[in-house]
């Protein structure tokens, strides 16, 4: 139990320091520095649930079970790389006069507590706690999206906090319709929103109300997650914000709502029996694919298409929990995973090209092999990590996904491929000549340090070929758990 | 007795009805912040009538909170914020007014239909409120969608709040402690923010119209 | 059609053609009250309605008989309304035919005929006037029948006097519909009886006129007339708004105590009323005419809105 309180009083207490320290020269490596500890203790709380199973603590407010722990682990690890590369692309904005001290101040200081709120999200058992953190993730960050205060990182950001507000209005009224419902069962003293215990009478809740509820937390996370329609804030809040915030919104917080629709839907699904919840996250799942494709052909900003790409993931992810089953589940969570991995590699060796290029637009960014050869690879191997290519983690989870789909739903098969397609030519044809091209630029005398890309690309590798054993026993044990 | 608990907590709900319309057709900034000021009132009035009649101790603790923050610190901290900004006036909407009025009892209509069936299963002494609770919440929402300019989508969004949280009480009796504590820091905080964007805002633009903020398109 | 009913019928006539100009005259000095002006004496409206009908009646011209028939109509058609409402009894011979609609007809009746007589001479003011006129009907009238509805709902008859029944002999409960009922009639009958904000009567410029305009041609007797079909037609819609909104003191039998009962509290009610629409007027200012429609509309909106509230919470 003290784990979990460690766990997350670290980034809080980083944030309140980082507060007054964040403008100092050391301001990045203390950053990094809790990033670390924060790692450290999650990775012990990992090992405490591998030897001694689910966790409960704090007058069972928090609960931390397989399917959340990597999930946390993940959480840390990515935090703490993104903090990493934060450190030298910060120290350019600065040198470049994009970024002053107040600025970089406010920055430090909502990663960590942005990081406490995702954390707070995965770690607690109350469905009401798991609102506040989401709407507090969100406020956490729309500062940061417009950091730069140009007129588009404002409209982006007024965007993503009304839109991203909205949205997790619906949700809270869904959680209500919840305790509603929950109440009727579990009485009034405060245990009806705890997940274990609703966990253990989702049979006896109300069918009527729970679907409402699953509409409404649907689509109050959905709008979170990025599911088509509701996602229109998602491609501007990453193209706007600097870098490492693009790289944590699409590597954290998409994961952290589909977490929460999930655990949602365990609920519903023993509720009402019928695949009514699987159903509706299967079509807004399939919805976002094909959307964020067509899309994403039509982008000139590298960003604003790698967002498309997260929001094509994430629909891919949500439509195989949708599907359910363990084999589906198990892709699901792996992809969520390595997709994660891959993606905030991507934006980190897109973070490097666009402060070397000066520019966002894809058009004018070419040959950065020349330039710079470990940006060029970089994007190159991230980008067909992404786009599915063998070994890498991403094809072995989009193959599950297929083939269960075929066995299963084989007229969401050819749409899936259809859409799969076009986003793999459309990156590629894109991703291609800026790798590749002429460039007028002279070669970078020094070479940025590329560590954080080349480390997830090598898990997501490691991932394609090898799942460590206790790694997948705990992707199978959540995966039952979810039906 | 309980019956005429019941009576008064449908009244406070016939005005929080009431209100929210009334913010619909409203074309004044600071009328906007006064009706928010009242939507506050009737929902804590709304609040004690059911800790009253029920006996449940906690309801006073919300409803106090509520007071605080709905009816003392956020008008308050509008209040400053139009002062500073220099906005008064809000005169064009995307809709106008009869217009906008007549899709408010559409979506008022649609809010009663979907709440009867599930404000059968309450138990509470307030279950036909869900519905105007959920109306409540809609005609916000409508409201945030109309207008073009800052401060009047933001008090919408915070109007949705109300509803929300009246739908908490109504359709349940409030939510547990340590979650409404956490939506009213929630609340507060996001309030903050909102000032401090709002100046970024009027910095970069000389102006606080939202149709400034609809140039990024997919193009 | 005994002869105590009769009499109850004819009592009511008279309390309303006398109780009319008083209130319009109560309104008045409330009103100087408010304002701080030094007030009107109460009775001025019975001097001014002596002294129109001692005048000649002046007419133009190209003036139809329907000119001449109009003020009679409309006067008739006013004091027939105010036999309907049930103001000092429920039980008068009338009652039958004493239906909420019917009511509604009769001042689109009376609309009809004013604006009609407006338009006949063929000036200017009073084709704007009669334009506006019906404006106003237009979009007063379904919010009217609105708020009877939602009262004819509670006490399943549209009959006024079922209505005033049933309201009056229920427990005190608050009902909201009735609220929000009560809310938009008194928006209707700002608009309907051409007070601030929607129209001044008191006011003389041409252009701001709605109901000053259709009279700008009467003098005389016909004037006289329809001063009083106006005075009547608040007198009616304020006894219409105590019968749906605080029906307590009205008479349910004829006998002459009941009656006698039942004055004293309708002065009484009346006189709370009049204050109150001074103050309405004192309080708010005067609308631009193009956003009369917004008004009514929202009055319309309330109406239903507490018919569905009504439907929702069953109160």
């Given at each position: 139990?003290?784990?979990?309180?460690?766990?997350?009083?670290?980034?809080?207490?980083?944030?309140?320091?980082?507060?007054?320290?964040?403008e100092?020269?050391?301001?990045?490596?203390?950053?990094?520095?809790?990033?670390?500890?924060?790692?450290?203790?999650?990775?012990?709380?990992?090992?405490?649930?591998?030897?001694?199973?689910?966790?409960?603590?704090?007058?069972?407010?928090?609960?931390?079970?397989s399917?959340?722990v990597?999930?946390?682990t993940?959480?840390?690890?990515?935090?703490?790389?993104?903090?990493?590369?934060?450190?030298?692309?910060?120290?350019?904005?600065?040198?470049r006069?994009?970024?002053?001290?107040?600025?970089?101040?406010?920055?430090?200081?909502?990663?960590?507590?942005?990081?406490?709120?995702?954390?707070?999200?995965?770690?607690?058992?109350?469905?009401?706690?798991?609102?506040?953190?989401?709407e507090?993730?969100?406020?956490?960050?729309?500062?940061?999206?417009?950091?730069?205060?140009?007129?588009?990182?404002?409209?982006?950001?007024?965007?993503?906090?009304?839109?991203?507000?909205?949205?997790?209005?619906q949700?809270?009224?869904?959680?209500?319709?919840?305790?509603?419902?929950?109440?009727?069962?579990?009485?009034?003293?405060?245990?009806?929103?705890?997940w274990t215990?609703?966990d253990?009478?989702?049979?006896?809740?109300?069918?009527?109300?729970?679907?409402?509820?699953?509409?409404?937390?649907?689509v109050?996370?959905?709008?979170k997650?990025?599911?088509?329609?509701?996602?229109?804030?998602?491609?501007?809040a990453?193209?706007?914000?600097?870098?490492?915030?693009?790289?944590?919104?699409?590597?954290?917080?998409?994961?952290?709502?589909?977490?929460?629709?999930?655990?949602c839907?365990?609920?519903?699904?023993?509720?009402?029996?019928?695949?009514?919840?699987?159903?509706?996250?299967?079509?807004?799942?399939?919805?976002?694919?094909?959307?964020?494709?067509?899309?994403?052909?039509?982008?000139?900003?590298?960003?604003?298409?790698?967002?498309?790409s997260?929001?094509?993931?994430?629909?891919?992810?949500?439509?195989?929990?949708?599907m359910g089953?363990?084999?589906?589940?198990?892709?699901?969570?792996?992809?969520?995973?390595?997709?994660?991995?891959?993606?905030?590699a991507?934006?980190?060796?897109?973070?490097?090209?666009?402060?070397?290029?000066?520019?966002?637009?894809?058009?004018?960014?070419r040959?950065?092999?020349?330039?710079?050869?470990?940006?060029?690879?970089?994007?190159?191997?991230?980008?067909?990590?992404?786009?599915?290519m063998?070994?890498?983690?991403?094809?072995?989870?989009?193959?599950?996904?297929?083939?269960?789909?075929?066995?299963?739903?084989?007229?969401?098969?050819?749409?899936?491929?259809?859409?799969?397609?076009?986003?793999?030519?459309?990156?590629?044809?894109?991703?291609?000549?800026?790798?590749?091209?002429?460039?007028?630029?002279?070669?970078?005398?020094?070479?940025?340090?590329?560590?954080?890309?080349?480390?997830?690309l090598?898990?997501?590798?490691?991932?394609?070929?090898?799942?460590?054993?206790?790694?997948?026993?705990?992707?199978e044990?959540?995966?039952?758990?979810?039906? | 007795?309980?019956?005429?608990?019941?009576?008064?907590?449908?009244?406070?709900?016939?005005?929080?009805?009431?209100?929210?319309?009334?913010?619909?057709?409203?074309?004044?900034?600071?009328?906007?912040?006064?009706?928010f000021?009242l939507?506050?009132?009737a929902?804590?009035?709304?609040?004690?009538?059911?800790?009253w009649?029920?006996?449940q101790?906690?309801?006073?603790?919300?409803?106090?909170?509520?007071?605080?923050?709905?009816?003392?610190?956020?008008?308050?901290?509008?209040?400053?914020?139009?002062?500073?900004?220099?906005v008064?006036?809000?005169?064009?909407?995307?809709?106008?007014?009869?217009?906008?009025?007549?899709?408010?009892?559409?979506?008022?209509?649609?809010a009663?239909?979907?709440?009867?069936?599930?404000?059968?299963?309450?138990?509470?002494?307030?279950?036909?409120?869900?519905?105007?609770?959920?109306?409540?919440?809609?005609?916000?929402?409508?409201?945030?969608?109309?207008?073009?300019?800052?401060?009047?989508?933001?008090?919408?969004?915070?109007?949705?709040?109300?509803?929300?949280?009246?739908a908490?009480?109504?359709?349940?009796?409030?939510?547990?402690?340590?979650?409404?504590?956490?939506?009213?820091?929630d609340?507060?905080?996001?309030?903050?923010?909102?000032?401090?964007?709002?100046?970024?805002?009027?910095?970069?633009?000389?102006?606080?119209?939202?149709?400034?903020?609809?140039?990024?398109?997919?193009? | 059609?005994?002869?105590?009913?009769?009499?109850?019928?004819?009592?009511?006539?008279?309390?309303?053609?006398?109780?009319?100009?008083?209130?319009?005259?109560w309104?008045?000095?409330?009103?100087?009250?408010?304002?701080?002006?030094?007030?009107?004496?109460?009775?001025?409206?019975?001097?001014?309605l002596?002294?129109?009908?001692?005048?000649?009646?002046?007419?133009?011209?190209?003036?139809?008989?329907?000119?001449?028939?109009?003020?009679?109509?409309?006067?008739?058609?006013?004091l027939?309304?105010?036999?309907?409402?049930?103001?000092?009894?429920?039980?008068?011979?009338?009652a039958?035919?004493?239906?909420?609609?019917?009511?509604?007809?009769?001042?689109?009746?009376?609309?009809?005929?004013?604006?009609?007589?407006?338009?006949?001479?063929?000036?200017?003011?009073?084709?704007?006037?009669?334009?506006?006129?019906?404006?106003?009907?237009?979009?007063?009238?379904?919010?009217?029948?609105?708020?009877?509805?939602?009262?004819?709902?509670?006490?399943?008859?549209?009959?006024?006097?079922?209505?005033?029944?049933?309201?009056?002999?229920?427990?005190?409960?608050?009902?909201?519909?009735?609220?929000?009922?009560?809310?938009?009639?008194?928006?209707?009958?700002?608009?309907?009886?051409?007070?601030v904000?929607?129209?001044?009567?008191?006011?003389?410029?041409?252009?701001?006129?709605?109901?000053?305009?259709?009279?700008?041609?009467?003098?005389?007797?016909?004037?006289?007339?329809?001063?009083?079909?106006?005075?009547?037609?608040?007198?009616?819609?304020?006894?219409?708004?105590?019968?749906?909104?605080?029906?307590?003191?009205v008479?349910?039998a004829?006998?002459?105590?009941?009656?006698?009962?039942?004055?004293?509290?309708?002065?009484?009610?009346?006189?709370?009323?009049?204050?109150?629409?001074?103050l309405?007027?004192?309080?708010?200012?005067?609308?631009?005419?193009?956003?009369?429609?917004?008004?009514?509309?929202?009055?319309?909106?309330?109406?239903?809105?507490?018919?569905?509230?009504?439907?929702?919470?069953?109160?």
């Amino acid at each position: 139990m003290d784990v979990i309180v460690l766990l997350l009083a670290i980034p809080l207490a980083g944030g309140a320091i980082l507060w007054t320290w964040g403008e100092r020269e050391s301001a990045p490596e203390v950053n990094s520095a809790f990033s670390l500890v924060t790692l450290v203790v999650a990775c012990w709380l990992t090992a405490m649930v591998i030897e001694g199973g689910p966790i409960l603590g704090f007058y069972e407010q928090f609960f931390v079970d397989s399917l959340n722990v990597f999930l946390i682990t993940l959480t840390a690890f990515v935090g703490f790389t993104t903090s990493l590369f934060s450190r030298p692309y910060m120290r350019t904005e600065r040198d470049r006069g994009r970024m002053t001290g107040p600025r970089l101040r406010l920055y430090h200081s909502m990663y960590q507590v942005f990081t406490f709120t995702m954390l707070l999200a995965l770690t607690t058992n109350n469905m009401g706690i798991l609102w506040v953190a989401m709407e507090a993730a969100t406020l956490a960050t729309v500062l940061l999206v417009s950091v730069y205060r140009t007129a588009a990182s404002l409209e982006a950001a007024w965007k993503y906090f009304i839109l991203c507000g909205v949205g997790i209005a619906q949700a809270l009224f869904g959680t209500i319709l919840l305790y509603f419902a929950a109440e009727r069962v579990l009485g009034r003293e405060g245990n009806a929103l705890l997940w274990t215990h609703l966990d253990l009478v989702k049979g006896e809740l109300q069918p009527a109300i729970m679907s409402l509820a699953f509409v409404f937390l649907l689509v109050g996370y959905g709008t979170k997650v990025g599911l088509v329609p509701l996602h229109n804030w998602l491609p501007d809040a990453h193209a706007e914000g600097p870098t490492p915030i693009s790289a944590v919104l699409s590597g954290l917080l998409l994961n952290v709502a589909l977490y929460s629709i999930v655990r949602c839907k365990v609920l519903a699904d023993g509720a009402l029996g019928s695949h009514f919840a699987g159903n509706m996250m299967m079509g807004f799942g399939l919805l976002s694919v094909v959307v964020a494709a067509f899309f994403l052909s039509r982008q000139r900003d590298i960003k604003r298409m790698f967002a498309y790409s997260s929001i094509e993931h994430m629909g891919l992810m949500t439509f195989a929990f949708g599907m359910g089953g363990p084999i589906a589940n198990f892709a699901a969570l792996l992809h969520m995973t390595v997709h994660s991995l891959v993606k905030s590699a991507i934006f980190f060796a897109v973070g490097h090209a666009v402060q070397k290029a000066g520019t966002q637009v894809m058009e004018d960014i070419r040959g950065l092999l020349k330039v710079s050869p470990r940006v060029g690879w970089g994007l190159m191997i991230g980008t067909l990590a992404i786009l599915g290519m063998p070994p890498f983690g991403v094809f072995a989870s989009e193959f599950l996904i297929l083939t269960t789909a075929m066995r299963e739903h084989a007229w969401a098969t050819p749409i899936l491929l259809l859409a799969l397609g076009v986003a793999f030519a459309a990156i590629f044809a894109r991703v291609q000549p800026m790798v590749f091209g002429d460039t007028g630029h002279p070669r970078l005398t020094h070479q940025p340090a590329l560590t954080p890309v080349f480390i997830h690309l090598g898990f997501a590798f490691m991932l394609g070929l090898w799942i460590p054993p206790y790694l997948a026993a705990w992707y199978e044990q959540a995966a039952r758990l979810l039906r | 007795m309980g019956g005429y608990g019941t009576q008064i907590v449908n009244l406070f709900a016939a005005t929080l009805l009431l209100i929210a319309f009334a913010m619909l057709a409203q074309r004044r900034i600071v009328a906007l912040i006064h009706l928010f000021a009242l939507q506050g009132l009737a929902l804590v009035g709304s609040t004690v009538t059911v800790a009253w009649v029920t006996g449940q101790h906690h309801l006073y603790y919300s409803a106090a909170i509520t007071f605080a923050l709905k009816v003392v610190i956020l008008p308050y901290i509008l209040h400053r914020l139009i002062r500073r900004l220099n906005v008064k006036w809000d005169i064009e909407t995307l809709l106008n007014i009869p217009t906008m009025m007549l899709v408010g009892i559409v979506l008022v209509v649609f809010a009663f239909n979907l709440a009867i069936p599930i404000s059968e299963f309450s138990t509470s002494m307030a279950r036909g409120t869900l519905g105007i609770a959920l109306a409540c919440v809609l005609l916000s929402f409508l409201m945030m969608i109309t207008r073009s300019k800052a401060v009047p989508q933001v008090i919408g969004f915070l109007a949705m709040e109300n509803g929300l949280f009246f739908a908490a009480t109504s359709a349940t009796y409030g939510m547990p402690m340590v979650v409404e504590l956490g939506i009213a820091l929630d609340v507060l905080v996001g309030m903050v923010i909102l000032g401090v964007f709002l100046f970024q805002i009027r910095e970069q633009f000389d102006s606080l119209d939202i149709r400034h903020l609809e140039s990024l398109r997919d193009d | 059609m005994n002869l105590e009913g009769i009499l109850a019928q004819a009592t009511a006539m008279v309390v309303a053609l006398v109780v009319a100009p008083l209130l319009t005259g109560w309104v008045n000095v409330c009103r100087a009250w408010l304002q701080g002006r030094s007030a009107p004496p109460l009775l001025q409206p019975f001097r001014a309605l002596h002294k129109l009908f001692w005048k000649e009646s002046v007419i133009a011209h190209g003036a139809t008989p329907l000119f001449r028939l109009a003020p009679y109509v409309i006067f008739g058609c006013m004091l027939l309304a105010s036999m309907i409402v049930p103001t000092l009894s429920t039980n008068l011979p009338l009652a039958p035919a004493a239906d909420a609609i019917a009511l509604v007809g009769l001042f689109a009746l009376a609309r009809v005929f004013i604006s009609l007589a407006a338009m006949d001479i063929g000036t200017a003011f009073g084709s704007m006037g009669a334009r506006r006129e019906m404006l106003v009907g237009f979009l007063a009238e379904p919010a009217f029948l609105m708020v009877l509805f939602t009262a004819s709902l509670l006490s399943d008859s549209t009959s006024l006097a079922t209505i005033v029944t049933t309201l009056g002999h229920r427990e005190f409960t608050i009902l909201p519909s009735l609220a929000l009922a009560g809310v938009a009639f008194v928006m209707v009958s700002l608009a309907e009886n051409a007070r601030v904000p929607v129209d001044n009567p008191a006011t003389h410029l041409e252009l701001t006129m709605i109901h000053e305009a259709l009279v700008l041609e009467y003098s005389g007797r016909h004037l006289a007339l329809l001063e009083w079909a106006a005075a009547l037609k608040l007198f009616v819609y304020s006894c219409a708004g105590l019968a749906l909104f605080f029906p307590w003191g009205v008479a349910q039998a004829n006998h002459r105590t009941a009656l006698a009962l039942a004055l004293p509290a309708l002065i009484a009610k009346l006189a709370i009323g009049g204050f109150l629409l001074a103050l309405i007027e004192t309080v708010m200012a005067k609308m631009r005419i193009f956003r009369v429609p917004e008004f009514l509309a929202t009055a319309f909106l309330l109406g239903v809105l507490a018919l569905l509230v009504h439907q929702l919470l069953g109160a």
